[in-house]
C-alpha cells in the first residue's frame, strides 16, 4: 500500500474486560480483530495493554474510559503515536458488536490514529 493512501478498515485490538466474542464476531464479519483473551494478555497493566495494541497497529477497545482516557493525555502531551482508543460502556453483545460495526465502517485507519472515541458516538 503507497504510504499516501489511507489504511481502510481498523485493525482492532480488545482489552481483556471485553468479551473474546465480540473479536470472534468481528472477524465473521471479515474484520481484523483480536482480544488479549486470545493473545494471553491477563492482568498487565492498561498502559501495558496500549503498548501491545501500539506495537500491533491496532487501535484498542476498552470499557475502562477514565484510565484511557488519561493514557490518551499522556500520549498526546509526550507527542507519542497510537493507533486509537475506542472506549465504551458495558453493554449486550449484540449491541457491542452493532456499534463497532458502525465505526468500523465510518472511521477509516488514518483517522483513527491517534484519537480518542466514545462508541456511543455510533449507536
Not at 503507497?2 to 478498515?9: E, F, H, K, V
Not at 506495537?55 to 470499557?63: P, S, V
Not at 472506549?87 to 472511521?107: A, D, P
Request: contains cysteine.
Amino acid at each position: 500500500m503507497a504510504a499516501d493512501q489511507p489504511r481502510l478498515y481498523i485493525a482492532l485490538y480488545t482489552d481483556e474486560d471485553v468479551t473474546r466474542l465480540l473479536a470472534e464476531q468481528l472477524r465473521a464479519d471479515g474484520f481484523d480483530a483480536v482480544s488479549a483473551h486470545e493473545v494471553g494478555n491477563f492482568e498487565i497493566s492498561d498502559r501495558e495493554q496500549l503498548e501491545y495494541a501500539t506495537l500491533q497497529e491496532r487501535a484498542i477497545l476498552t470499557f475502562n474510559i477514565g484510565d484511557y482516557r488519561r493514557l490518551y493525555d499522556e500520549y498526546w502531551k509526550a507527542g507519542r503515536d497510537h493507533f486509537g482508543i475506542v472506549v465504551s460502556e458495558q453493554c449486550r453483545i449484540g449491541e457491542l458488536v452493532r456499534r463497532v460495526l458502525n465505526l468500523l465502517n465510518v472511521i477509516d485507519a488514518d483517522q483513527m490514529k491517534n484519537s480518542f472515541r466514545h462508541l456511543g458516538e455510533f449507536k
